[in-house]
């Protein structure tokens, strides 16, 4: 039987590929990883080759004849194989199709700059010519052997019509290439951001209220994706004047890039700790190994001068650096330290930024010359063909699992990229998960690598050798002498002993106003956003609901709405109880709204704002907030997690928690944990300067364990308390869980659809644990009810079983989401 030379390619579902990989024939040399055009229908599509073999009509199971061929390579945009074989980990832990896992790594914004490109095949094959076709080669010919097809610039139909027939001859080739980008005007004068961030920080502290144009254009260039800018994008970027432009150049703050010799700051020097966890880093970087470590270290304790200490050692071996944060928008410190230090290599990817500017990052990557990538999760797939080292900071952060298809956890695919590129992968927190600080403990016990599973993820059996467990790396205490805030405790049941509670009890009142008077600045933090979580009709209990969830309805004051925090529904309050007819409708509880405006009563002399996701839902009103409370105009700043994470003000030395147990009333194994984790954080914001900081917590469960070991700042006291929580009950690290979740519009289809999947999912009994179906903790979401079956399995255990077992159910009108270790069980 005759075999023909084919290649499966996967197409970029944002192009109208559907999840299944499609197979073509190969006539030109092609490589894996390469970005093909293709046939799709009587469309074409982008797609990436996943594999090349030789197959016969038998392994392909339907005719040679009707085997289409691929259209053309597009040049300067395929992906490294290593990106290919990440997609396929991916597609294979997450349980997702090929296509699914690979979408991420998709070139972004491409279909709208590709140019046709036909060239003459040298030698020319000896095939007789029509007289047009001759006269179209003649053409090319003149044209240097090419014809370029843009938009604008169309090629007639004949001609087209004559350059297919003569392609399927073989005596032109047909590619795609993008369109060149417009080159910045000659003579056009680059700006940057003069490297001395000392001299930053110190306008920002001193002349940032008296100039906020100045402040704030210098604060968005720090969190910009590019080191340099003409005069007109600055000017774009802050919503300046050319006089705020001329200031900063005057000033010395902005510079032009052709001043710039090479100019980096000199770095601080490590401390002991610093300088042990350097080495070991540093040291498998050498020897070109894998070898996965956890950065413990206390907030303020230097985690980020080993990370550049370790990435400065990569970029000397001619290594990449791929640096992970939760979230770019709040990462502007760390991009700016980065900057400092590696100056124009460093790559910001964005995934808000307009699409050119998306690909011509992405270009600058693949090509090499941005050699340290900064982003969030989704930097796990740019187009690093040679990794040096892998950071992913703050660890524990649950945005580093994607909650939709598909749905990997980054520190699984940190680990794949450094067996794959034979570099250390460094996880760092002051607070790490349970599951990580369990395998760290194994490492510290058994030093060597062991021929077992981890204890989290992925089974050995995917890489070819044992899998090395982390290695614990300690910062135990803050770096430049400044010292962990004291945490006071304050009851809140007290409060409703006495009457009516205060929002902010009397000691908190008295430190705030004690720290203003000493011109120090204050975070409020509480978890909740909007005015009052509820509005409840006192005449009939009633409680507005969502019409298309089974949630409550929030009330937003400032615009005067009812608002779902999970669906987009918003209304007007009603005037009266639409149950009872009642009018005595109030709102009930207390979210961030209502806190800045109690606060804004109680200082009037003193700036309040709010960070919430409603205010940074308004293009740029994160870095105004930013910049205005990092120059002293605002005193109080109130938020949610958005205050807690990764921000560096060393004026901030009083952090008031309103109420402990928001996160603490979640119906999830990860609640405690999670709530120690934003205690922790949001308390590591006070006291990072040379003033002492100390942090009030108000709480409804003073004896909580995750509230006095948040006081102590003893992690590893909690940690150990979970540790016991999680082996009595089988969750992780114990027990690998694995999610089944099944909505639908029709209750009853979703009823049916749960219990067919249970009894797909016996016979994989006793290894695996079934339980459920039970209806989610949202039982309605968006219109769709809710179900789900949680599994148990051996730790390491493989997946793939479930998803075999699982294997082209899908029932009509239900879906049914396979979530592998799953973070949001809701
Ligand atoms: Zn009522
Ligand atoms: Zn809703």
Redesign the pocket.
């Known amino acids: 039987m005759s075999t023909v030379r084919v290649a499966d390619v996967a197409l970029d579902p944002r192009s109208g590929g559907a999840d299944a990989v499609y197979t073509y024939r190969v006539e030109t040399p092609l490589t894996v990883g390469e970005a093909v055009f293709v046939p799709i229908g009587t469309r074409s599509a982008l797609g990436i080759v996943t594999q090349i073999y030789h197959a016969t009509e038998e392994d392909l199971g339907f005719p040679l004849a009707s085997l289409k061929a691929i259209l053309g390579k597009v040049e300067g945009l395929g992906l490294p194989s290593a990106v290919v074989d990440l997609a396929r980990f991916v597609a294979e832990e997450t349980l997702s199709p090929l296509p699914v896992a690979l979408a991420p790594a998709m070139p972004p914004g491409v279909r709208e700059r590709l140019l046709t490109c036909w060239s003459l095949v040298e030698p020319r094959p000896d095939h007789p010519l029509t007289p047009l076709q001759q006269e179209v080669v003649r053409v090319m010919e003149e044209c240097g052997g090419t014809l370029l097809e843009q938009k604008g610039k169309k090629l007639s139909a004949a001609t087209l019509r004559s350059l297919r027939l003569m392609r399927n001859k073989g005596i032109v080739r047909q590619s795609l290439r993008i369109a060149p980008f417009t080159e910045r005007r000659k003579g056009e004068a680059m700006l940057r951001l003069t490297p001395d961030t000392d001299r930053i920080e110190a306008f920002l502290k001193k002349e940032g209220k008296r100039r906020p144009a100045q402040a704030l254009t210098l604060m968005r260039l720090q969190g910009a994706e590019r080191v340099q800018l003409t005069a007109a994008e600055i000017r774009a970027l802050g919503a300046v004047t050319e006089t705020t432009v001329k200031a900063l150049l005057e000033a010395g703050l902005l510079v032009r890039t052709d001043d710039v010799v090479a100019a980096v700051a000199r770095p601080p020097t490590p401390n002991a700790p610093q300088q042990l966890a350097i080495d070991a880093v540093v040291e498998s970087i050498r020897n070109r190994e894998f070898r996965p470590f956890l950065l413990f270290g206390v907030t303020g304790s230097g985690k980020t001068e080993v990370y550049l200490r370790a990435a400065a050692e990569a970029l000397r071996e001619g290594r990449q650096v791929l640096y992970l944060v939760p979230e770019i928008a709040l990462a502007a410190q760390a991009i700016a330290r980065l900057r400092e230090r590696f100056g124009r290599g460093v790559a910001v990817l964005h995934s808000d930024l307009p699409p050119t500017e998306r690909l011509q990052n992405w270009l600058r990557i693949r090509e090499g010359e941005a050699s340290v990538v900064i982003g969030a999760r989704s930097a796990l797939f740019a187009p690093l063909g040679n990794l040096g080292l892998v950071v992913v900071d703050e660890e524990h952060e649950s945005s580093y699992k994607q909650e939709s298809a598909p749905r990997y956890h980054a520190k699984e695919i940190a680990r794949f990229l450094g067996r794959r590129h034979r570099c250390p992968v460094v996880l760092g927190s002051a607070t790490p998960s349970v599951e990580t600080f369990f395998e760290a403990e194994l490492g510290e016990a058994e030093p060597l690598p062991q021929g077992r599973p981890t204890a989290i993820g992925a089974p050995a059996a995917v890489a070819e050798e044992p899998e090395p467990l982390l290695t614990l790396l300690t910062l135990p205490h803050r770096a430049a002498s400044a010292r962990l805030p004291e945490v006071f405790i304050e009851d809140l049941t007290e409060g409703y002993r006495g009457g009516k509670p205060a929002l902010l009890c009397e000691d908190l009142q008295q430190r705030i106003e004690a720290t203003l008077g000493r011109r120090e600045q204050v975070i409020l933090f509480l978890n909740r956003r909007a005015y009052a979580p509820f509005v409840i009709?006192r005449?009939?209990g009633?409680q507005m609901q969502c019409p298309n969830c089974a949630v409550s309805l929030s009330y937003h004051r400032r615009d005067r709405k009812l608002r779902c925090h999970h669906c987009d529904y918003q209304t007007a309050p009603p005037e009266n109880?639409p149950?009872?007819d009642?009018l005595r409708l109030a709102p009930f509880g207390v979210g961030t709204e209502k806190v800045e405006e109690t606060v804004a009563a109680m200082f009037p002399q003193t700036r309040v704002a709010r960070l919430d996701r409603d205010v940074a839902r308004r293009k740029g009103a994160l870095e105004e907030t930013l910049a205005a409370f990092r120059s002293g105009e605002i005193g109080i700043l109130v938020g949610t997690q958005m205050v807690a994470k990764g921000l560096d003000f060393p004026n901030v030395t009083l952090v008031g928690v309103i109420a402990a147990d928001v996160s603490l009333n979640i119906p999830d194994f990860r609640s405690s944990e999670r709530t120690f984790q934003l205690l922790s954080q949001v308390a590591g914001r006070a006291g990072r300067g040379q003033a002492a900081g100390s942090v009030v917590i108000q709480t409804f469960n003073p004896g909580h364990p995750s509230v006095i070991t948040a006081q102590r700042h003893d992690y590893v006291a909690l940690y150990e308390a979970l540790l016991r929580e999680r082996r009595e009950a089988g969750y992780p690290p114990f027990q690998r869980l694995v999610n089944v979740l099944l909505s639908g519009e029709s209750r009853t289809a979703v009823f049916s659809a749960s219990d067919e999947v249970r009894r797909r999912l016996a016979a994989l009994q006793p290894e695996v644990q079934l339980l459920g179906p039970v209806d989610c903790a949202v039982e309605r979401l968006q219109n769709r009810w809710r179900r789900h079956m949680l599994l148990k399995m051996p730790a390491g255990a493989s997946v793939a079983p479930i998803g075999d077992a699982l294997l082209g159910y899908a029932p009509k009108g239900v879906q049914v989401v396979v979530d592998v270790d799953p973070y949001n069980l809701m």
Do not use: E
Request: with cysteine; charged share 25%; net charge neutral.
């Open positions: 009709c005449d009939c009633n109880c149950k009872c009642g």
